[in-house]
């Protein structure tokens, strides 16, 4: 797609960006394209590790559209994983079946080492994915495209995996701090830049992961994840106006609002940690809310997903709101208890 390609949006979750009150609320899922599919294990099977899957834009753009096809899921969201930013920047990676992401920690010296280079081209095949689902995702359906946010990236870099509380990354970050904001300088810029690849390519909406934000203190969230947020958000937005951005700080609590108010995001994405009834009298009305059912309750189903469903909806619907998890939907969750949410969302 061109650079100069103008922006255009679909489905019902960029209305509710846009600021449409809908009468039920559009819903998708973080995670739904995976373990939990049959279709999508029948994938993995042929693939020898799961980077290998996201860098083949042919099986990636199929196993995004899987959960479409048995849901009809009101978005798309492209498969991939915020830890293809550290492998374009020349480090290492890789996927341990059943363990989960394995680095080469990186050090000061690895810091000021760092590939240069803008590290798009490795990304292109991910970029090559997006144009593939857009053609193919109806146009009443929209694109989500995502990034990991430089805190919840480089607390991976550092340890090499995900730890306790991520101790690593907080202790270089206060031990070595011009050190740490060199690193996640580096992650804005790849971030900001792949994200507007993932635009020119097709994405309707861009999601930011922030994972590890709820670890931080209050004086370091504002450093390490609101500000580099924030410039990505400012980056972006100068190459593709009026881009429509979702943020999703986990765990922050109280500190949901300045993240609101400050990063310049369209709608933030709550975990089910977070009163509801607060959360949306505190976050600015021009915010929109995505959440919050914790991922657990769905994988129980019965009675436990109906109140928690209801709940949700009595507390946020009929505001801007788009109906999610709290995280990502767990591997063994019956897909039964899918069906069921989605039927009842629905119903509103």
Same mark, same amino acid.
């Given at each position: 797609?061109?650079?100069?390609?103008?922006?255009?949006?679909?489905?019902? %979750?960029?209305?509710?960006?846009?600021?449409?009150?809908?009468?039920?609320?559009?819903?998708?899922?973080?995670?739904?394209?995976?373990?939990?599919?049959?279709?999508?294990?029948?994938?993995?099977?042929?693939?020898?590790? *799961?980077? #290998?899957?996201?860098? !083949?834009?042919?099986? +990636?753009?199929?196993?995004?559209?899987?959960?479409?096809?048995?849901?009809?899921? =009101?978005?798309?969201?492209?498969?991939? #994983?915020?830890?293809?930013?550290?492998?374009?920047?020349?480090?290492?990676?890789?996927?341990?079946?059943?363990?989960?992401?394995?680095?080469?920690?990186?050090?000061?010296? $690895?810091? @000021?080492?760092?590939?240069?280079?803008?590290?798009?081209?490795?990304? !292109?095949?991910?970029?090559?994915?997006?144009?593939?689902?857009?053609r193919q995702l109806d146009t009443t359906k929209t694109l989500i495209g995502f990034?990991?946010?430089?805190?919840?990236?480089?607390?991976?870099?550092?340890?090499?995996?995900? @730890?306790?509380?991520?101790?690593?990354?907080?202790?270089? +970050?206060?031990?070595?701090?011009?050190?740490?904001?060199?690193?996640?300088?580096?992650?804005? !810029?790849?971030?900001?830049?792949?994200?507007? $690849?993932?635009?020119?390519?097709?994405? #309707?909406?861009?999601? %930011?992961?922030?994972?590890?934000?709820?670890?931080?203190?209050?004086?370091? *969230? /504002?450093? &390490?994840?609101?500000?580099? @947020?924030?410039?990505?958000?400012?980056?972006?937005?100068?190459?593709?106006?009026?881009?429509?951005?979702?943020?999703?700080?986990?765990?922050?609590?109280?500190?949901? /609002?300045?993240?609101?108010?400050?990063?310049?995001?369209?709608?933030?994405?709550?975990? &089910?940690?977070?009163?509801?009834?607060?959360?949306?009298?505190?976050?600015?009305?021009?915010?929109? %809310?995505?959440?919050?059912? =914790?991922?657990?309750?769905?994988?129980?189903?019965?009675?436990?997903? #109906?109140?928690?469903?209801?709940? %949700?909806? /009595?507390?946020?619907?009929?505001?801007?709101?788009?109906? !999610?998890?709290?995280?990502?939907?767990?591997?063994?969750?019956?897909?039964?208890?899918?069906?069921?949410?989605?039927?009842?969302?629905?119903?509103?």
């Amino acid at each position: 797609m061109s650079k100069n390609a103008s922006l255009k949006r679909s489905g019902k %979750i960029v209305q509710v960006l846009d600021g449409e009150l809908l009468k039920a609320p559009p819903i998708w899922l973080m995670r739904q394209a995976g373990r939990y599919l049959p279709e999508y294990r029948a994938v993995r099977e042929d693939v020898n590790g *799961f980077l #290998d899957l996201c860098f !083949n834009p042919d099986l +990636a753009s199929k196993v995004t559209l899987q959960p479409i096809a048995r849901f009809d899921f =009101d978005a798309a969201i492209l498969f991939a #994983d915020i830890l293809v930013i550290p492998y374009a920047l020349g480090r290492s990676v890789k996927f341990v079946e059943g363990e989960g992401p394995r680095l080469e920690p990186i050090d000061k010296d $690895g810091i @000021t080492a760092l590939d240069q280079g803008d590290g798009l081209e490795k990304l !292109n095949p991910i970029l090559e994915t997006v144009s593939l689902v857009r053609r193919q995702l109806d146009t009443t359906k929209t694109l989500i495209g995502f990034c990991g946010a430089p805190w919840t990236v480089a607390t991976y870099m550092v340890a090499g995996r995900g @730890t306790p509380a991520q101790a690593p990354a907080r202790s270089m +970050a206060a031990r070595e701090p011009e050190h740490f904001q060199l690193l996640i300088n580096r992650l804005v !810029n790849i971030s900001a830049d792949y994200l507007i $690849g993932q635009f020119r390519a097709g994405a #309707d909406v861009v999601q %930011i992961f922030d994972s590890w934000a709820g670890v931080l203190g209050e004086n370091e *969230f /504002e450093r &390490w994840s609101i500000a580099p @947020t924030a410039e990505i958000v400012r980056k972006v937005r100068a190459a593709v106006p009026h881009a429509k951005i979702i943020g999703f700080p986990k765990g922050v609590g109280f500190m949901l /609002e300045r993240y609101a108010e400050e990063t310049g995001v369209d709608a933030v994405g709550i975990d &089910w940690t977070v009163p509801l009834n607060l959360a949306r009298q505190r976050l600015p009305e021009e915010i929109a %809310i995505q959440g919050n059912l =914790d991922p657990l309750i769905l994988h129980s189903g019965g009675t436990a997903l #109906d109140r928690a469903i209801d709940h %949700i909806l /009595e507390c946020l619907g009929g505001s801007r709101f788009i109906f !999610n998890l709290g995280h990502g939907i767990l591997p063994d969750t019956p897909i039964a208890h899918v069906e069921r949410l989605v039927e009842r969302v629905r119903k509103g």
